[in-house]
């Protein structure tokens, strides 16, 4: 491992790759013809990639979580070897900032060195608390595992899109329903039946088209078929390629399954408790960024309350396993201290900024400090029922899929885009010195205009996009 870790880190190679970042590999619409065994390895350690504030590296650990010595290792060789940023993304994964040429050698020795082993191959995401939320239908787990020995056992080797991502979902208290995927697998809760999965393609839970519902043997089979296709279309192929209906006759050895409604899923912010004694505590790094030295010092405090094992999960979180319930309120509040949003309703939960300027070269903006601005004058907006995507530029890393409003960085001011991604037709654009009124604007609109009892959503969406135009244009 060390040795495939090494060479991989050659400071050599790193230079000049067409890698995109981390927040581009978390998007679901940008694909390089990259062989599926260095699936996962752009931008990480093989192939970190040039940023605004050096080389950026992506890290999946292959373990669901790792210990808090592990995190700890894991921070220190991030202040030592780079800036000491360290993000999660919205997939979950670990962002090292601030890297040269000459140390990400070294960096892959000491994630080596603290028994971190990086995950390669197509990327399986399963929700952070499989295996331990007693309201999960299944432990996904387990069909990751067999899914992966299935996929690596394959001869050839399919040459897939290296942005691929597949979802396997057990459901539970924190499901990965809004995360988009080329491939989805979701654990049916039906009475009177055995475990099944239903098969989808091409979205998040609520677009993906469904194929058929599945045993776990079946499911794998299936999407051993599904990525098949894809590579016989093409190495750039993605789920949306895949021709829905001639899959759906394919797979229609099984009737398809209605769904039995489910527990909507919990934020992963805040306490989510699992049974009468356990809970798993859910932060998120303030705008899904800490710095190394705070995570260390958080470290050391969470160890002596006797957490066990901390795992990332979806809008940017951590989440500490094992802490015992009468150590949970010392813990928030060292949390706080250190940098951390600890509450489900933290009006800054539902902004999300990508990693902006001075850390990202394409950006346009200081996203995180229009952010703390938002927090500031536009909090109306922040009720928890849209979420503020902060785009620092066309791309949309931070959320990739459509937000009800995207503020997106342009050379010459920003694009106001109302219910869509950050590529979508903007409402208005507005000038490069008028973010924070353009802010405070779209506060005062929901303010002065949200009937009793209605949400920020609603009242935007009565209003329309023309009311919103004309508001910033006024404004
Ligand atoms: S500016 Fe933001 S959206 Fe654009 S590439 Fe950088 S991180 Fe992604």
Same mark, same amino acid.
């Given at each position: ?210 194929l058929a519902a599945l045993s776990g043997e079946q499911a794998i089979a ?8 894809? !590579? =016989? ?5 993605? &789920?949306?390629? *895949?021709?829905?209906? %001639? /899959?759906?006759?394919?797979? +229609? ?21 699992l049974d009468k004694e356990r809970a798993a505590l859910g932060l998120r ?84 400090? !229009? =952010? ?5 004058? &536009?909090?109306? *907006?922040?009720?928890? %029922? /849209?979420?503020?995507?902060? +785009? ?84």
């Open positions: 491992m060390r040795a495939r870790l090494m060479v991989a880190a050659d400071a050599q190679t790193v230079k000049g790759q067409a890698c995109l970042s981390q927040e581009a590999a978390d998007r679901s619409d940008v694909a390089s013809p990259l062989p599926s065994m260095v699936r996962g390895a752009c931008p990480s350690l093989s192939a970190p990639m040039q940023t605004g504030d050096g080389l950026l590296v992506r890290l999946r650990p292959s373990t669901p979580g790792l210990t808090t010595a592990q995190l700890r290792a894991l921070a220190k060789a991030a202040e030592e070897h780079g800036n000491g940023l360290i993000e999660i993304t919205a997939r979950g994964n670990f962002q090292l900032r601030g890297m040269t040429s000459q140390n990400v050698a070294a960096l892959a020795a000491d994630i080596d060195r603290a028994g971190i082993e990086p995950e390669s191959g197509v990327a399986i995401e399963v929700p952070p608390l499989s295996g331990v939320d007693p309201s999960e239908i299944a432990d996904a787990r387990s069909l990751a595992k067999q899914l992966r020995s299935a996929i690596a056992s394959l001869h050839p080797q399919p040459l897939l899109a290296a942005k691929l991502a597949i979802i396997a979902d057990g459901g539970g208290r924190l499901t990965l329903d809004e995360l988009s995927a080329d491939i989805r697998l979701k654990a049916t809760n039906a009475a009177d039946r055995p475990q099944l999965w239903t098969l989808a393609i091409a979205g998040t839970d609520a677009t993906a088209t469904p299936g999407v051993i078929t599904l990525l098949k296709t894809l !590579a =016989a279309i093409g190495p750039r192929a993605r &789920g949306r390629d *895949l021709d829905a209906a %001639s /899959l759906q006759a394919q797979f +229609s050895t099984l009737p398809s399954l209605a769904r039995s409604p489910t527990a909507p899923s919990s934020s992963p912010v805040g306490l989510i408790p790094p303030a705008f899904g960024q800490i710095h190394a030295q705070d995570l260390i010092r958080f470290l050391g405090l969470a160890e002596a309350a006797d957490v066990r094992e901390i795992r990332t999960g979806p809008e940017h979180s951590l989440l500490l396993l094992g802490l015992p319930r009468d150590r949970i309120e010392d813990l928030l509040a060292v949390a706080v201290d250190c940098g951390f949003q600890t509450r489900a309703d933290d009006p800054a939960n539902y902004v999300i900024p990508c990693s902006g300027a001075g850390a990202c070269a394409s950006a346009h903006y200081a996203t995180k400090q !229009a =952010a703390a601005d938002l927090v500031d004058v &536009g909090a109306e *907006l922040l009720d928890g %029922s /849209l979420k503020v995507h902060l +785009s620092g530029c066309i791309k949309g890393c931070a959320h990739p899929s459509p937000a009800m409003l995207t503020i997106v960085g342009a050379a010459t001011g920003y694009a106001i885009v109302v219910n869509g991604s950050s590529s979508s037709e903007p409402v208005a654009y507005i000038g490069k010195e008028k973010l924070k009124s353009a802010l405070a604007t779209l506060g005062k609109l929901v303010r002065n205009n949200k009937a009793a009892g209605e949400s920020a959503q609603r009242c935007l969406k009565r209003l329309g996009r023309d009311a919103i135009a004309t508001a910033l244009r006024q404004g």
